[in-house]
């Protein structure tokens, strides 16, 4: 290899900088190998330059202004793993500018501001590369855009938040409630100090608006997207999802639905899921997410979804693919060339079967009026279960008693609920998830 090497400036020594820095160094010899073209990182940005740090790495090496990246005649790749949205829109954007392809994993920055992003990208025709902002390392970004790509895409099913997989999986399988599973999750370092966006469904919700964005060539605002978390879910709602033969999971739903106006059904909520499915066995940090194209059938990716060297893995593929493309130019596609005219689907017009818990005073013929409104709205009962009733505060009895629906859209259930919730002893705020009917796999 005697061509003039490829340089690279990377921004950000965290956790993930650290795992790229170190796998550069590491597989250094294997990666020129295997990509035929010679680099060397010239520069990494960081903020603070006497930050004590595990991760050693030659003084010279460092700046603390991610600028002198961009400023940097030699620097060809820019590596944007600073996180947060506000210097990392600034450095992503003034690299696209100077005409240096960046390499980032920021799901928060391409969610937010992704559609900016990708047209600045195609106005300057500089690539940007973004395998490690969902999914961690498993490598479902350049599946989608390369392995895939005599797909049309029909859905994309799968878990990718670990934190808030690895809270249900101790809820289901230990019993644990939401606060110890979630307590323990953050002495294990699987969740952050503030686990908001894990648990509350957003960090989950901006891989799926990544995803979705990728697979139909559109631009999604993120109010388009319904999101709900895991927070509320209990351990009460595990014991009956156990003994109706489900568990719980907290599942991305992109699920494209032909000749429909408003094809795209596009949401993130916790969903029972039925035992025997593949994804109700993904536990733990792992994530797993499930592509069916209309040519390939289903498929199934698996794997760790964040953690330094996982996600270091998903940066360098991308580090190389922008070797490659920088080398020959006309390979790269832009964002995604295929666009497919489609609207996000109404919460309200999205079908499902559910899982319904009432709290409701212990009296004759509770049982039957709930039915009763249930039938008006066109709405089928396919199981039912209660548990033992307790005794509350002022004496009286109660019970939880819970309904399997058959599938109707989520604005009839809504209006169903509102007319039960008004029965004076069916106490406000029944649970209500979603059954995730999932094929089964042959
Ligand atoms: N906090 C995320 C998770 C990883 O728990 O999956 C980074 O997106």
Redesign the pocket.
Known sequence: MTEKPIQLGLAGLGTVGSGVYETLCRNHALLEARSKIPFRLKRIAVRNLEKPRETVVPRELLTDDWQDLVNDPEIDIIIELIGGTRQAYDLVTLALRAGKPVVTGN?ALLAEYGAEIFKLSAEMGTPIYFEASAG?GIPIIQSLQNSLICNHINSIVGI???????ILSAMGEHGADYADALAQAQKLG???ED?S??VNGW??A??ALILAMLAYGTTISPDKIYVRGIENITSRDFEFAKKLGYTIKLLVVIRYHEGQEDALELRVQPCFVHDWHILASVNG?F?AISVNGDIVGETLFYGR???KNP?ASAVISDIITAMRESRYPEYHTGFNPYAKACGIMHINDTVTPYYVRFQVADQPGVIAEIARILATFGIGISATSSAPSHIDEGGAPWNDLVFILHSCPWGQLQKALEEITRISCVAAEPRVLRIEHLLPQS
């Open positions: 799901k961690g990718i938040n670990g934190t808030s997989n690895y699987f969740a952050e686990p966006l894990d960090d989950a901006h891989k940090v994530n979804g964040a953690g996600t």
